[in-house]
């Protein structure tokens, strides 16, 4: 039976992470590579790298965290962040990392995701996106890191991503994310049930139940959290423990 | 010495990052040599046709189809050692084990992405180390169809997904071993260690 997977996602800023990284046996913290490791070691099933890298002149610096990560641990790695072009695409993925993911570009100029699962496969495009529910009662896309609002409905604009090429989904929850009251099983829920590609639920995992909660209610195949795996609240393998004796798939190392 | 073959299909870092990383020497291979080759791999991520094209373009068909000793296919580099594949329009393959490529069916997400655990039911030392139930990380939409005696182990994906193949020294992995964490490596550790003692023994 195929596992429920969770993902660490860690920001990194000019190839160190930020929002220090609360690891005891690990002796920089801020070194990408060495937390990647840690949370290998945890049985993370993926790690994905958000560049928040602002200046473009330091953006190449992201290339080497993935290629000194790419050899040392060998479970899949996503890279995020002011990815705008295939040839963005082209020069991470050759860096060493499996997948891609994009946001405000895809949003911007939707063949990007279209061109980017022709030249690489859909398996390496993962579309993110930002969501808010709106006075409405539907959700929102939000760009530019949950700056702008969209008038582009959530919903509608992941079908036509699927449509285009993308190979997975990573939706995060502005309504949840850093609450840690839980991820939002709503908007989740109807975006599982919605696509035959895999979801990835962001956003407000705060407690070993949530994690329960988004795979067994809102049928999210991957979760995923940053803070709450960096400061030490929860471990990887503490998640997974909770999910096995809950009855829910997960690999184990 | 490992010949990991290159016939301009994806991308290869991680298979080489991984071989170098559990002390394998290997070389890359994009011309029909046989030079100093204990083995051979044959990655590959991508649709069947356009592998097969590829491969055909590179050259390297008759070295491969002719090589007796250890060769392992991955993912696609799996699939093409089969007879022929479905996937967009019938194309035959390598035929090195007889079997179809056919697409996953049932109303499940495809690809079939992510972690999946193995159930065996053939025992061989390739797999030493390596209990059912361990993870392996998995992408495709397609899978092989191949009679029982070839099919060392299995995942279940609402079906059962042909996991590792093996016919005498032909030896293929639907999962991505280089990215499968240590239970990966280990797999890859073996072929090696098969491919030295069958090397040392011929």
Redesign the interface.
């Given at each position: 039976?195929?596992?429920k997977?969770i993902i660490p996602c860690l920001d990194v800023k000019d190839g160190r992470v930020v929002k220090g990284v609360n690891f005891v046996n690990i002796t920089d913290a801020g070194d990408p590579v060495e937390c990647a490791t840690e949370y290998?070691k945890q049985s993370a099933?993926e790690i994905v790298f958000l560049d928040i890298t602002a200046s473009h002149e330091s953006r190449g610096t992201i290339c080497d965290t993935v290629a000194k990560t790419?050899?040392?641990?060998?479970?899949?790695l996503t890279v995020g962040g002011g990815i705008a072009t295939v040839n963005d695409m082209r020069k991470i993925?050759?860096?060493?990392a499996?997948k891609v993911s994009i946001n405000s570009a895809a949003v911007r100029n939707p063949n990007l995701i279209q061109s980017g699962a022709d030249s690489f496969?859909?398996?390496c495009i993962v579309l993110a996106v930002d969501v808010k529910k709106n006075s409405k009662g539907r959700y929102s896309v939000f760009v530019n890191g949950g700056r702008i609002e969209t008038d582009i409905d959530a919903v509608e604009w992941i079908a036509k991503a699927e449509r285009l090429g993308a190979?997975?989904i990573l939706l995060t929850s502005m309504d949840t994310d850093g609450t840690k009251n839980g991820f939002d099983l709503e908007i989740t829920k109807i975006v599982s049930d919605m696509?035959?590609?895999?979801v990835i639920a962001s956003g407000g995992g705060g407690r070993l139940s949530h994690f329960k909660d988004v795979f067994s209610q809102a049928n999210a195949?991957?979760a995923l959290a940053a803070s709450l795996f960096h400061y030490g609240e929860l471990t990887v393998k503490d998640v997974k423990k909770y999910l096995k004796g809950n009855g829910i798939?997960v690999?184990?190392? | 010495m490992i010949g990991v073959i290159d016939y301009g299909l994806?991308?290869m870092?991680?298979l080489l990052?991984?071989l170098?990383?559990i002390g394998a020497d290997f070389t890359i291979v994009n011309t029909a040599t046989e030079e100093n080759l204990d083995a051979l791999i044959l990655p590959g991520?991508?649709a069947f046709p356009e592998g097969m094209k590829k491969l055909i373009n590179s050259g390297m068909i008759d070295f491969i189809v002719k090589w007796r000793k250890p060769l392992l296919g991955i993912c696609l580099g799996m699939q093409l050692l089969f007879s022929d594949s479905e996937e967009f329009t019938h194309t035959k393959g390598l035929d090195l084990i007889e079997g179809n490529v056919v697409k996953i069916k049932g109303n499940l997400?495809?690809?079939?992405?992510?972690?999946?655990?193995l159930d065996f039911h053939i025992k061989t030392s390739l797999c030493d180390g390596i209990s059912s139930g361990d993870?392996m990380?998995f992408?495709h939409s397609y899978k092989v169809e191949t009679p029982k005696e070839y099919v060392v182990a299995t995942?279940?994906?609402g079906q059962d997904i042909t996991a590792i193949v093996k016919k005498d020294n032909v030896i293929g992995m639907q999962f991505h071993p280089?990215?499968?964490?240590?239970?990966?490596?280990k797999l890859l550790k073996n072929f090696v260690k098969m491919s030295k003692n069958y090397n040392s023994n011929t």
């Open positions: 039976m195929i596992s997977r290998n099933d790419a050899e040392r641990i060998f479970i899949p993925l050759r860096s060493g499996d496969g859909s398996q190979g997975e696509c035959s590609i895999p195949d991957a798939p690999r184990e190392v | 994806g991308n870092f991680s990052h991984a170098k990383h991520v991508g997400k495809i690809p079939h992405m992510g972690w999946n655990g993870n990380y992408v995942a279940e994906y280089e990215k499968s964490g240590e239970c990966g490596l």
